[in-house]
């Protein structure tokens, strides 16, 4: 098994509790990915340490040191080179890529968005949410593409709006399910369970008894 498994770089640019979720799940030894690398456009950014404390190879590929994005990419791509990286986990990675460098990665780079996309794509995703007074909102783990938080979706998880909402709350409640839909999505598809067929993710296993849905407000 274990020289089977998808060799994953993080990409972060800040706290890195996705991150940290990856990282702790890859431990488990029927996991079907290991962390190569964790990289930053900041350096300051607390994932770093986090990854450095849990002993994942980190380096920080300054944005801010480089003429342009093409040659910022370029590093970051010898980067992922530089430790085999099979696959590309963003998590937290605040830079928009350029479509060249989507492409170098194609079908091989995920994000995990906190909204059920196709809505809300882009920042500030909950206080658009409760502005918009969605009664369900959540996170989904997908496939990158050129256009921003667009792509095949892989998986997603719904969670109920509060009436007593704010940003928040709300992002600290999704946030915490995304620290079990990321590692989940990224364990489907570097198993090769799924597969992505045109703007779709197919392929994975269908329980006997789907789940209830998710009424919100709930029925009395
Ligand atoms: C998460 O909400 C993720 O969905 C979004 O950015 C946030 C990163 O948080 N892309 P963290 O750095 O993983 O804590």
Redesign the pocket.
Known sequence: MAAMKKRVGIL?????????SLIAAAQAHDYPAEIACVLSNRPEAE?LKKAQAAGVSTRAVDHKSFSGREAFETELDAALKSFNVDLVA?????RLMTADFVERWSDRML????SLLPAFKGLDTHARALAAGVKLTG?TAHIVRPQMDDGPIIAQAAVPVLEADTADTL?AR??GV?HELYPHALAMFASGRVRIDGERVLGAPVPAKPSAPLIWPPLA
């Open positions: 972060i640019s800040g706290r890195g509790s996705n991150m940290v994932g963003c998590a937290g990675f605040m994000n995990i968005h906190p996170c992002a999704v946030v995304e």
